[in-house]
């Protein structure tokens, strides 16, 4: 398999494939608490997966991926309250995407994927793509840019059989059974199942309170069971994951 992670990549190798029209994939992620049983960097860590298998599939490039991201919120990160969990302004992930978006299309990129690994992410990511276009697209209007959460491409037909309990839907998967299934086939090193907790499935009202102060947040941290977490889940959400992303590419960025 070609190395597809810019940061590994000659400036001559770069050049040459974004040249030849490659996808470049820019991984969002967050620095973020993610139970006891996880590490703090999990949504970098599974949208850079992800990203670089999709780029493997679509001979595409993966640039460096933004460990950071906008502040956890208590219905589907469990908030701003714990230890770790170190986060950007609005603002400053906004900027941070469209300087990387403005450079990238300055050194010849036309079609670029921002693979989002933490829901909180989404809107300024919109934003991001947005005002990138508002900026470029009169001098480059053959820039086209796609913004995803790679978990919307694994189907309830997918996910239903592992969750005899019936999915409790994205939002409160944090910390939970597909992310720690993810988790155990592709960092197993970094998942400690004897700690995973009983915690969940979290309770919210429908509204959002300000300050934080994680009221209604399971203590662990994590909003809904990882019980019935597998390595041979975590393959399948991947591989499905991946082909679905890696279609939906070909599908979007098909030339004319
Ligand atoms: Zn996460
Ligand atoms: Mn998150």
Redo the contacts with the bound molecule.
């Keep these: 398999m070609s190395e597809v992670l810019m940061s590994r990549l000659s400036w001559q190798e770069y050049a040459r494939r974004i040249a030849a029209g490659a996808v470049v994939f820019l991984p969002v ?2 620095l ?1 608490q ?1 139970g006891p049983h996880l590490p703090l960097g ?2 970098a860590m ?1 949208s850079t997966d992800v990203a670089v298998g999709v780029a493997q599939r679509v001979g595409g490039v993966v640039a460096a991926p933004l460990n950071y991201g906008y502040k956890s919120q208590a219905r589907c ?1 469990g908030g701003q309250c714990f230890p770790g969990t170190t986060s950007l302004d609005a603002q400053t992930l906004i900027s941070f995407v469209q300087d990387v978006i403005r450079e990238l299309v300055r050194h010849g990129a036309r079609n670029i994927v921002l693979v989002d ?3 909180e992410n989404q809107w300024f990511l919109t934003e991001a793509c947005e005002l990138a276009w508002r900026e470029l697209g009169a001098s480059t209007p053959e820039l086209r840019c796609m913004r995803t959460e790679y978990w919307d491409f694994c189907g309830i037909d997918v996910l239903d059989p592992m969750f005899p309990g019936g999915f409790p839907g994205f939002a409160l998967e ?2 939970a059974l597909i ?1 720690t299934s993810m988790m155990l086939h592709l960092h197993p090193d970094l998942v400690d199942l004897s700690l995973l907790p009983d915690d969940g499935p979290a309770e919210f009202p429908v509204y959002d309170m300000f300050p934080q102060t994680g009221h209604g947040v399971p203590p662990s941290g994590v909003l809904s069971s990882a019980r019935g977490a597998k390595a041979e889940y975590g393959a399948t959400i991947f591989e499905t994951v991946c082909n679905g992303l890696a279609a939906a590419v070909g599908e979007a960025f098909k030339a004319g």
Excluded: K, T
Aim: hydrophobic share 30%.
């Design positions: 992620g967050a973020e993610h999990v949504d599974l990160g690994g933490h829901y944090h910390a992310e």
